[in-house]
Every structure is written in C-alpha cells, then in structure tokens.
C-alpha cells in the first residue's frame, strides 16, 4: 500500500466578482475536500485569506504564512488550490514560497487546471501564465483606479463599507447622520478648547455614555480628511464639519506630540520646540530635586529625544522658555505686522521689476552680438537677477487677514489671562498659535519662533 498524502487546502477571495463567479470561500473549500476525497488525500488543515488580492505582498495573506510555517514543519505534502490565480498572481513571492517547498519535498496541485511545478518546462509554463496574470492586474487595477477617481470627483462614495461615524450614504453620496451629528460637532468644539484628543474622548464618555462613539471613531474625526468635506483631490466632496484650515491645524498638531506620564499635567510646550542637530522635536521630563530643609521640588525641563543615541543638546526649562515666550510674542508680531505694511506701501509704488527684464534682454543681445565678454555678461547677468527676485519678493504682499486670529489671540492684557490658565489649556494656547520654537546652534540658546497662519 503506497504512502497516504498529507495534503493541504488552501482558499483565496478577494472580490464581489469572485463571488458571483462561484470562487467563493464556501465553494472552493467544497471542491477541494471533493478532490482530496476522491484521491484518498489526508486533509492536515483548511488555510483561507479572505479578501486578499493574490498580488498582494505574502505578508498580508496570514493564512499562506501560516500554510508554509507548517510546509516548514514537514506537516505537508502536498497543497491543493483551485486555480493558479488563487495561489499566486506575484512572481517574486511565487518564487520564494516554491523554494520553501522544495526544501520540504512539497509540492502544489490545481484541481482545474494542469500545471506541473516539477519539471522545467511545467516552471517555465507557470512563470509565463504568472507573468500574464500579473500584467492582466495591472491593467484592471489602473481601470479601478481610473474609475475611482472619477467617482471621487463628483462625490461619490468609493467604498462598499459603512460611511465613517457622523455620515451615511444616501443616493450614493455622503450626507451627515442628523442622529449623531451633534456628538461630532460636540467633539470639534471641545477638541478646540483644549486641543487634546485624550480629553475630548473623556469628554464625550462623560456626557453621552453608551451612546458616546468608541475610542477609535473619535480618534479619527482628527485624521480622517472626510471630516473636511475633502476626497483626494476633491475639496467637495461632501458636506464638511471642520474647515480644512480647521483639518491642517489639527493635523499640525497631533504630530508627534508627548503625553505627560501618569498623573502629571501635561507638558506645556509638548513637541514644539525643534532640535537644530536633527530636526527632531524636544521632549518633556520631570526631574526631582532635594532642598535644603529636607523637602523635594519637581521642575519640568526640556531635551531632545536622540540626546543619549546621537548628540548632546541645550536643555531649557519650562519656566524658562514660558518666561521667554510672554516677553517676545507681542514684539515679534508687531515687527511681523510692520513687514506687511512696509511691503504693502512698496508695492503701491511703480514696479520696477519691467525695467531690469528689459536691461537683462539687452544684456543677452550684446552678449549674442559679441560686444562684451563672458566673465562680464555672467557677472551682470547674476546682478540683474538678484534685482529681480528682491522687486518680485517685495510686491508679494502678505494679506493682513492671516494673521487676523494672532492679533485676536494676543490682543489686550493676554499675559494676564494667560497666566489664570491651568497647563492644559496653556499647551492648547501655545499649540493653536505657534508652529515651532528655534533653538540657536552656537549660543544654545532660544532664538526664536515661527506663528500659525492661515496660509499653515
């Protein structure tokens, strides 16, 4: 009696198509226990990736991972699938996961198809086919794309899946849930009182309970463009309830920022300041302190996060820069304001930019006639230019209206009020009105701050 083979059963779908095709997960796990059944087969195991195109990289498709692991174990003799589109479209990982099975004396049977993986001629065949599959996906996937594209650009949904929290589909399109759009207006308000995500998901649990979206819905009412009334390219694409300067300034925000660990109040000026060695942003930490009298005093300082792995670097504490902070804003942003007005007079003034393009054209001309040198023209030529760049820079002028939340934030006796607020709502202060602090490299010392604008 010859040797009974362990075989494997290993299924793949990715779409709808499929599906009505009859490759369904159902229907080629049937045909395959049919088959092993019919050849006295030992089934080991069923290995399923559902929803998985084949030309995505092995390391999504966790069932084949798990299929080779047990190949890797001598559990399998054989595999058995379907068709060679529901084994492998991708000749890179196809190679690899053959190599695999050789090693193990494994091989790979189609049950409606007839492809030999043990002789060059059957390799060379499967390759071929492989190749042809693989360019077929490319070709369907840049008319998916293609399609896709144009939906989003009319405002049509995309996507089989619900619509994310806060709107449903309708007619094919996006409109907002009136059953829970107040909890998302809600949470923007509050997020923009306090520019935290942490405290708007306690907030909204403490108000609305079971009725409260999870964690993660909330979580993505700050990174999901959609809130914005944007798809891709589309800023139309549905009906919005943040701003996309609103969006942006979120964005800006969130990234990288530092958590305050335990109980502590957070760190007031979190991921805003800016490592001149590399660019990394500074991190907050606590550092504790015996006195005299026996007691222990906790100050907060500032360090970049690559101190220990990559250099050393100036550390400030938080006094220090909230100190120098409170005496620099007002004058850095009426210098900035001063800017504006001195280039909003320059460019009422005739441009002059006309006169230096003409004296560049005789320039070339005389060039081109032999008359001057071309140490003189290149020296000339680079004057010109520089004149140039200075009358176009001079007439951009920067609306006033930009900074219009600036001279609203830092208007009156600010300082006073400032200093009423708790560290949080010092940090949302800070973090809706300065986009990062400089550090000087040579002195070491704080140089400097660029402010949030509309144009953020």
């Known amino acids: 009696m010859g040797k009974v083979l362990r075989c494997a059963i290993y299924i793949r ?84 996961t053959e190599e695999i099975l050789r090693a193990h004396n494994c091989y790979w049977k189609t049950i409606f198809e007839n492809y030999d993986s043990s002789t060059a001629n059957g390799q060379m065949v499967i390759n071929i086919m492989l190749s042809v ?24 949904v995309t996507s089989g899946r619900c619509a994310c929290y806060g709107y449903k589909v309708k007619d094919n399109r996006l409109i907002k849930d009136e059953s829970v759009s107040h909890i998302v207006e809600d949470a923007y308000k509050h997020y923009f009182s306090c520019y935290s995500i942490r405290s708007t998901i306690k907030y909204l649990n403490g108000r609305y309970g079971d009725a409260a979206p999870s964690d993660n819905q909330v979580d993505r009412f700050f990174k999901n463009e959609t809130y914005a009334g944007k798809d891709g390219s589309n800023l139309n694409y549905c009906e919005p309830y943040i701003s996309l300067e609103q969006f942006n300034k979120i964005r800006q925000i969130t990234v990288s920022k530092v958590y305050a660990s335990g109980n502590y109040e957070p760190y007031i000026f979190s991921s805003l300041i800016k490592c001149p060695w590399c660019g990394n942003n500074y991190t907050g930490y606590r550092k504790k302190q015996k006195l005299k009298n026996g007691g222990e005093s906790i100050y907060v300082k500032y360090r970049c996060g690559n101190k220990f792995k990559r250099h050393s670097c ?34 009422q003034k005739p441009d002059q930019s ?53 001279l609203d934030a830092f208007s009156g006796s600010w300082q006073e009020l400032y200093l009423t607020l708790d560290k949080a709502h010092k940090q949302a202060f800070w973090k809706s009105t300065i986009r990062d602090i400089q550090i000087d490299k040579e002195t070491h010392q704080i140089s400097g701050f660029h402010f949030i604008t509309k144009l953020e």
């Open 354 to 406: 006309e006169a230096v393009r003409r004296e560049m054209d005789r320039l070339n001309l005389l060039f081109q006639k032999g008359r001057i040198t071309e140490a003189y023209y290149d020296e000339q030529y680079e004057i010109l230019e520089k004149k140039l760049s200075e009358y176009t820079r001079d007439c951009s002028c920067v609306p006033e209206e930009l900074y219009r939340e600036l």
């Open 133 to 156: 599959n693989q360019a077929e996906c490319d070709r369907t996937s840049e008319r998916i794309k293609a399609v896709l594209d144009y939906k989003r650009s009319i405002g049509e």
């Open 314 to 347: 100036a550390h400030f504490t938080e006094y220090k820069i909230e100190e120098y902070m409170l005496t620099h804003v007002s004058a850095r942003l009426e210098r900035e304001m001063a800017d504006i007005e001195f280039r909003k007079q320059k460019a």
């Open 13 to 96: 779908v990715s779409t709808e198509e499929q599906n009505l095709n009859g490759l369904s997960l159902p229907a080629q796990r049937k045909a395959l226990t049919e088959f092993a059944q019919a050849n006295d087969y030992t089934i080991v195991g069923y290995y399923a990736d559902e929803g998985i195109s084949a030309r995505k990289p092995m390391k999504h498709r966790k069932d084949l991972l798990r299929l080779l692991e047990d190949v890797k174990k001598d559990k399998i003799d054989m595999i058995l699938v379907t068709k060679l589109d529901r084994w492998f479209r991708n000749i890179k990982d196809y190679n690899i």
